[in-house]
């Protein structure tokens, strides 16, 4: 059975930093694509970073580029969110996704596996 476990999220002040980490279990993710998305109560979810597990290769939303950094550690079949320069429009529960279908990485509707998700919390 696959699992995402989110942790890492909590209350932080603006200009702040947090690590998010989404441990995976039950799934093999060396040669797909994992996401972090976020979602604020009346608001659709955003993909926030995206990375191909397989080549490294990373993207990022345009609100948080500069600020987030998207990394995997193979050996513990993790992947991170590091964000610093938090801002309070960064508050939201964020999510991890992973094994996504052909189309953009911005689609949740193509992601298969779900984490339970961490709460961000950013005060200005």
């Known amino acids: 059975q696959v699992q995402l476990v989110e942790s890492g999220g909590g209350s932080v002040q603006a200009g702040g930093s947090l690590r998010l980490s989404c441990a995976a279990s039950?799934?093999?993710?060396?040669?797909?694509?994992m996401a972090w998305f976020r979602q604020a109560p009346g608001k659709e979810r955003e993909g926030v970073a995206g990375?191909?597990?397989?080549?490294?290769?990373?993207i990022y939303a345009d609100s948080v580029k500069g600020r987030f950094t998207i990394s995997r550690d193979h050996a513990k079949n993790t992947v991170y969110l590091q964000m610093n320069s938090l801002k309070p429009e960064d508050t939201s529960m964020y999510y991890c996704?992973?094994?996504?279908?052909?189309?953009?990485?911005?689609?949740?509707?193509?992601?298969?596996?779900w984490g339970q998700g961490t709460q961000v919390t950013v005060s200005s």
């Open positions: 996704a992973a094994d996504k279908a052909d189309g953009s990485w911005t689609n949740p509707i193509l992601y298969k596996y």
């Open positions: 039950g799934y093999t993710y060396s040669s797909n694509y």
């Open positions: 990375i191909h597990t397989r080549y490294s290769t990373t």
